[in-house]
């Protein structure tokens, strides 16, 4: 099983500060690779697929990088609605694969 | 707007099977290329894809290897829905579950990303 690894736990930022969130994969997923946020009490929200192509609907500040076995997700000037836990999921068709990092907590500073 | 609505029992006795169902309005389980997921969350297992129905001229299922010999995803469609059971819980099962749509693409492939989600239930295995 591919296992996601996600740092740090816990990051605190400021509003209208860059936060820089990481995610490593124990193999190559090459760019198989999804962003979600999840907020208390709610379903995940999918940010970005394909490591760097956001999902509708999602404001420009929110980007993804990397391939291989290491991506980023960035957020540009965090917005008081952007606090919340982030996972990555990576996608592995052959053989099939679905896991999740652990996630890291995104807090106000 | 496509939507997710799960419904189903909170609480399941261990050695039991939890069932769970996710009406879809807006999309189809019979379309040719979605997929209909179960995927699960827990504080000790974090999130964990179950596995998936989706139709492609005839039925498939994929299921996690962890959960392999206990469960089972159908499509309903004379009720536009899917089904989780998962046989013989433990409280090791007690989690939030999701159903989740994988939009798919065009030519029936399969993204394996969730683009929509259903609220959740809380389910506790407890006796």
């Known amino acids: 099983e591919i296992v996601m690894t996600q740092s740090p736990a816990t990051l605190s930022v400021s509003p209208g500060e860059r936060a820089t969130l990481s995610c490593r994969a124990s193999?190559?997923?090459?760019?198989?690779l999804a962003w979600y946020q999840q907020k208390p009490g709610q379903a995940p929200r999918l940010l970005i697929y394909?490591?760097?192509t956001r999902a509708t609907g999602i404001p420009a500040r929110f980007s993804g990088s990397g391939s291989g076995t290491e991506f980023t997700l960035t957020i540009s000037s965090l917005q008081s609605e952007d606090f919340a836990v982030y996972y990555c999921?990576?996608?592995?068709?052959?053989?099939?694969?679905?896991?999740f990092g652990q996630g890291t907590r995104l807090e106000i500073k | 707007q496509v939507q997710l609505q799960q419904s189903g029992p909170g609480l399941v006795k261990p050695s039991q099977t939890l069932s769970l169902t996710c009406a879809i309005s807006?999309?189809?389980?019979?379309?040719?290329?979605?997929?209909w997921n179960w995927i699960r969350q827990s504080p000790s297992r974090g999130l964990e894809w179950l596995g998936r129905?989706?139709?492609?001229?005839?039925?498939?299922?994929d299921y996690a290897v962890s959960v392999k010999s206990r469960i089972t995803i159908n499509p309903d469609t004379s009720k536009n829905q899917f089904s989780l059971q998962l046989n013989s819980v433990t409280p090791e099962d007690t989690a939030v579950y999701y159903c989740?749509?994988?939009?798919?693409?065009?030519?029936?492939?399969?993204?394996?990303?969730?683009?929509?989600w259903g609220r959740g239930t809380l389910v506790t295995v407890s006796s």
């Open positions: 989740a749509r994988d939009r798919g693409g065009d030519y029936g492939d399969l993204y394996w990303y969730f683009d929509l």
């Open positions: 807006g999309d189809s389980v019979s379309s040719n290329s979605a997929a």
């Open positions: 129905t989706y139709y492609r001229s005839k039925w498939y299922n």
């Open positions: 193999q190559s997923v090459s760019s198989n």
């Open positions: 394909g490591a760097s």
């Open positions: 999921q990576q996608y592995n068709n052959w053989p099939p694969s679905i896991t």
